[in-house]
C-alpha cells in the first residue's frame, strides 16, 4: 500500500464512487480459461462440497461430493474435467533454438488457465492438492490413478500461483484490486462488494449504496471456499442428516440447493473477467504468459517421464531453491510493472522508491578513471524533484523511455522544498561523439526514474531441468497419508 | 458487591450477566485499544442481542457441522480409554508412560444437574493442590476442569475443552483442536488463537497454585495441541509454547484496573439495558441505546469482524461519522494524526490549514494527490 493509494481509498469514500488505478493489465487472460468456484466442506482439511466450473458463463457444470462417504465419484468427474481443459492445450507446439545457455526446446503454443475467485480458493486448491496427488498410492485404478494426476495438475496450478507475476492460476480478486481502489477497508473487498463498488448495478445511487446492498445478510453471498454458519445451519446440516436416512432424493435437494447458492457468484466471476479481459495487457505480460508456455511444457514432460509426485514436504534444498525463485520473480515483476504503468511509477515517487524532477544541470563532460587508468565517460546530472526520495547513494535507477540506461545516485541535497539528486550515466548514454538525448537529457527535461532490477536479464522463471524438485517421490512416512482419507472424513 | 460492580450493574440492566470465557479474554488481547468492548465484556452484556436489536447483527459464527466435526474428533481422541490421549503425551513429552489416572470434572454432580461452577471450581482446585502436592496419581489428567481467573477484580470462570495433564510436579495444558495439520504445518491464525486460550488456563491454573503457596511455575509455558493429521481424523499432538500469548494476556488483564477510570468517565444514565418486555423481547428505544453506546470510545479495525459481535455496529458507525478507520489498517496509519475522511480532504484540497502536527502528512498527501492530477492529466 502506499499513501497515493491510501489517498485514493479516502476519496472513493468520500465520493461513494471506486476510483480507476492502473489502465494495464500485468496478467495474462485467456481467452477460454477454466473458471472454477470450489466450496469446501465445513470441518474436514480438504473435502470438497461442491465444485462449479466451466469455459463459458453459459451452463456451468456442477460437481457435487455427497455430505458422508466416498468422494471418488465427484474427484473423478473433477479430474475428467480439468484433464480434458489441460489436454486440449496439448496439441500443436513451436521449436526455439538453442541459445548459449539452453538447448533447443520445443513449447505448446498455449497453456491451460485457472481462473478462482480469490486467495482463499488457491490455498484450498493447493490443501486438496497435496492430499491428491499422493493419495493410496497401491491402488492403480483408473479411477484412482486419473485422481492423482489431478492432484498433480493442481499442484502444478498452485504451486505457479506462488511465483508473482504468473497467470498459471489467477485470483480474480486480487487482480480487480490492482485496477479500481473502493471507498471500503481492504478486509470488506471480497468480489461481491468489489463489483459492487465498480460496477453498481443499475438502480443504485452508487458504489458504497450497491456494496451496502450485496452485504445486507439475506442477500450476502460470499465466493467461498468456505461456506459461512448460517448456510451450513440453516440449509446444509437438515441435508446431511436427511442423506443419513435417504441419500437419493437428499442428493438431488442437494445438488438444487448449491446450483442456486453458486449462481450469483458464478455469475460474478464472468462479469469480473470480462471487466478485467477488456483492460490491455502489457507486454510483459505475454513474455511471461510465454515463460508460462514453457513451465506446462516441462511439467507435461515431467509427468510422461518421470511421473512421481512431489513430495508431502519440500526438503530443505528445494525449499530454498523456490524461495529464490518467488524472490527473483517478483523483483523481475515489480520492474516490468514500473516500467510498464504509469501509475505504478507515480506510486513509487510518493513512497519515495523512483524519483521525477526536473535537469537543472548537465555535466556532459564528467569523466571517471576506468580499469587499466583508461578514462571514462560518465556525464552526470542534477534533478530537481519534490518528491520523497529515499534512495542512498550508489543505488541504480533506469527510465522507462530507456531501458538499458543505468543513473547511478551520487547524492542527495534536501532543501527546503525541493531534493536536489546528483546522478552519474553509467549505461545507455550512447559516446561523447553521439550521444543519446533520451537518456542524457539537457537542462529543463523532465526525468521519471524507477530502481533498477538487479540483474535485469535475471530469468524470472529458470528452467525446470535446473531445479531438483522433479525428485525425491513421497518419503516413506507420507506414503500412507493418503489412505482413506477422504473417506474417513 | 463492590461498587465496580454494582456500576457495571447498572450499565447492564437487569440481564443477567455473561461470563468472560476464554474465547472474550483472547478477544481483549486482538483488540486490546478498544474501552467499548472492554467495559461491556467486563458488565456482562450480550453483545449479539445488542447488535441484533440495534439492526446490524453480527455474523452467525457456530457452524453446526464444524462443532459435529470438532465432537467427532474429540471422542477419536478420548475414546477407547483415552488410549490416543496417552499415546500422544507419551509420544509429545517424551514420557515413559504407560496409563494415566483421568478424571472428568463434569462427572462431579452427583444430581440430575450439572453442578454449579463454583462447585466444580472447588472441586477442580482441590484436585490441582493434591496433584501439585503429591497427593493424587502422579499422572493424571483432568478433564473439563473448571477454573478461574480474576479480571478487573472479579472472578471469571473458564469452563475450557481442555485438558490439564499432570506428571511429576508439572501441569501441561493439553487443547483438542479439529483445525488439521498437514504434512507438519496447521495454519498459523488458528495455531494462534489456540494458544491464546490456552493462556488464559495457563494464568488461571497458575493462579491456584499461587494462591496456595505453591510455585506457579509448575504450570509449563508449553502446551499440547491435538489435531487431525493430514487429511484424517487420526490424532496428532505438537508441544507448543504460549510465552507470547501468556505474557501478552496478563498485560491486557492488568489494562484492565483501568476500568474504574473508564467508568468515571461515563456521564450518569448512561445504560446499555434493553429492556425486555416479559415475552423477553427488547422495548429500548434504539436511537436511545446508539446514544449510549456513542459515549463508550470504541477502537474499530476491520480485523473486529473477526472476534467481536458489534463489527458491524461500529463499523456503519464510524462510517456514518466519516472516521479513517473503516477504512483499515494501512489508511489510518498512513495518515496517523487524521481521524477522518473529511478532515483529511479538507487538509489536501487547502481548505483547511494544517496544524503544526499535520505540516508534513499534509504535504504528503498534496504531494500525492499533484502526482496523480498530472497522470490524470497525461503528464507524469
Ligand atoms: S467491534 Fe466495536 S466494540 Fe467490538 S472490538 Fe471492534 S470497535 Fe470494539
Redesign the interface.
Known sequence: ???????????A??SGHAIRTSHVRHLHLSDQPLMMLPLK??????RPLAVMLGTSPLRPRLLIAPPSGSTATMLTALAKAVIGHVASHHRAKEYLPATATRPERARYLDAPQLVVPNQQAVRFLR?LA??LRLRRLDDQSPSANSIRLLGQWLTHFTDRAQIPGSAALVSLTDLLVMHWIT??????DDLATLLAWIYPPFGSTDGRDAARHAEA?DTYRGAGPD????F??EK??PL?DAYARDPTPALQELEKLLAAYLQPTWDRLWQAYALLQAIPPTASAGRRWAAERAEFTDHTTHLDQDGRPRP??DQAVSAAISLERREAARAAFNADRALED??V??EL??TGDAV?GTVIAVDDQHTICGPGGRDMWRPRITLST???VHLEPGRLLTSHLHRTARYQVRGLIAGPVDTLVELEITAGMGTVDRPNHTVLPSAGAFL?LTAAPEHFRMPAFPSRDQTPWTHGGPPPE?LG??????E?? | MNSLDTRLGTLRGPARPLPHSARTLAALTANPACDRRSVIDAAGIDKDALATHLGT?G????????L???LAFEDRVLGRDHAELVRLLRETLGLDLADVAYEDLNRVATDQERSTPTLRHIRTRSLIISAATGLAPPRTVLNHPVLRLPVAGHPVYLEPDVLAFHHDGTFHVVEIK???V???QADPVSVNAALTQAAAYILALRDILADEGLSPECVSDDIVLIN??????RPTATRQSARRQVNSLRFHLDRLRRLPELLDHLPTGTSLDLAPDPEGKPTRPRRDLAASLARLPAHYT??C?HHCDLAVYCRDEARSR?R?E??????RE??AGITT??T??AL?DGHIHPSDAQEDITR??R???R??D??QAGS?
Open positions: 500500500m502506499s499513501l497515493l493509494a491510501s489517498l485514493l481509498r479516502l476519496r469514500d468520500a466442506r465445513t470441518g474436514p482439511a480438504a490443501t497435496s492430499g471507498g471500503q477497508s481492504p478486509q470488506d445478510p461456506t459461512d454458519a448460517a451450513d445451519n446444509l446440516t446431511v508431502a514436504r504509469p501509475f511509477r507515480v515517487r510518493t521525477g519534490q518528491d520523497p521519471v507420507h497419508d493418503g489412505d482413506g482419507s477422504q474417513e472424513q | 447483527p455474523p452467525v459464527r457456530k457452524s453446526q457441522l464444524a459435529r466435526f470438532g479439529s483445525f488439521p498437514i504434512h507438519g487431525p493429521l493430514n487429511f484424517t481424523q476491520p480485523r469482524r466519516n479513517t473503516a477504512l483499515g489498517t494501512a489508511v498512513d495518515i475522511t473529511t483529511a480532504l489536501v504528503a498527501l504531494h500525492a494527490q502526482l496523480y498530472d497522470l507524469a
